[in-house]
């Protein structure tokens, strides 16, 4: 089973948290058993709003099971080890007619 993302834990405590509230003020209850019946109540309440709660769309590259395997090409490098007395000098040219 995944594990549950922020939206859903946020919107499932809110569910209970307001149900419960809700359900005791309109019931006017004081017995512990009316207090128990809303309390589990509420409880599912919010955990069906929590499993409801749309989870993020997969993309078909993210939602593919073969791992992705990438193609290295090795790069040609030149040895940067040039000294300066080995240094190319710059061309001279006669100067024009």
Sequence with gaps: MPRPTAAQLAYGSCTVIFSTLAMLLLSQTSSGLGIAVITLSALALGLLVALTVPLPKR?????????????????????????????????REPAGP
């Excluded at 590259?61 to 080890?81: H, M, N």
């Design 59 to 91: 993309t078909p590259s993210t939602a593919a099971s073969a791992p992705v395997v990438e193609e290295r090409v090795p790069v040609q490098r030149e040895t940067a080890s040039v000294s300066a007395s080995a240094a190319p000098q710059p061309v």
